[in-house]
């Protein structure tokens, strides 16, 4: 079965604190995977996309990584801003049509 | 970039009453829009696919009639909830591919559906 797990599944660090959230997949045919941010009360933000093992990508503080198991998302000297959800979601090929599938999320604290 | 529009982002409504909810892509045709219901703390659960011109697709165990999808433009989606009761109420999100935007998906602003 196509899975999508994230951990923590919460996190508080200090500002300043450097650290990395998780995201393992078990998919067969991953045609991308996702990471989102979502703030309490609001649709997701769309952070990166990675398609292939290797890959990395970046804005500001956060760096995204990917593995042919697992992603990473980075996030470096956090602020108290960088509060929020993150989530991963793989997108597959189910049924004919392309789904993303999300993990559980990782609820990030930052504190001043 | 994409922008994906939600109304309403918050509703009311009596036990037994109908709700529709609207999806909108403001700056880009979307022939497939997406439908999401997300529970407190808990992520995203895909419900359906919304076809432009075309039937939606349900995922297994969302119930079709209850939760109704029209998709009668290629920058309109609509959900409607009928014959709504408590246990609807949820976070009704939905989302829309930009086939500019390096392949990401746009999301809505989200529903906040209470059933009283």
């Known amino acids: 079965e196509d899975q999508v797990t994230q951990s923590p599944e919460a996190l508080r660090l200090q500002e300043g604190e450097s650290s990395s959230l998780n995201c393992s997949y078990t998919?067969?045919?991953?045609?991308?995977l996702f990471w989102y941010r979502q703030d309490p009360g609001k649709g997701p933000e769309f952070l990166f996309t990675?398609?292939?093992a290797g890959e990395e990508k970046e804005k500001e503080r956060l760096k995204a990584t990917l593995t042919k198991k697992e992603s990473f998302l980075h996030i470096t000297a956090p602020k108290p801003e960088d509060s929020a959800t993150y989530l991963c979601?793989?997108?597959?090929?189910?049924?004919?049509?392309?789904?993303?599938?999300f993990g559980q999320g990782t609820r990030l604290t930052i504190n001043p | 970039g994409a922008v994906v529009s939600q109304h309403p982002s918050r509703v009311i409504c009596k036990s037994g009453t109908s709700v529709k909810i609207e999806c909108r892509s403001l700056d880009f045709q979307a022939t497939t829009m997406f439908w999401y219901r997300q529970f407190p703390k808990q992520s995203l659960m895909l419900m359906a696919t919304?076809?432009?011109?075309?039937?939606?697709?349900?995922e297994q165990g969302v119930e079709k009639d209850k939760f109704l999808i029209n998709h009668a433009s290629l920058t309109l989606s609509t959900l409607t909830v009928t014959s709504a009761h408590p246990e609807d109420s949820s976070f009704y999100i939905c989302?829309?591919?930009?086939?500019?935007?390096?392949?990401?998906?746009?999301f809505g602003s989200g529903t906040r559906l209470t059933v009283v």
């Open positions: 919304s076809n432009e011109g075309s039937k939606a697709t349900y």
């Open positions: 990675l398609y292939s």
């Open positions: 979601a793989a997108r597959l090929p189910i049924q004919g049509a392309q789904k993303l599938v």
């Open positions: 989302s829309a591919r930009d086939p500019g935007d390096m392949g990401g998906y746009t």
């Open positions: 998919v067969s045919g991953l045609r991308g």
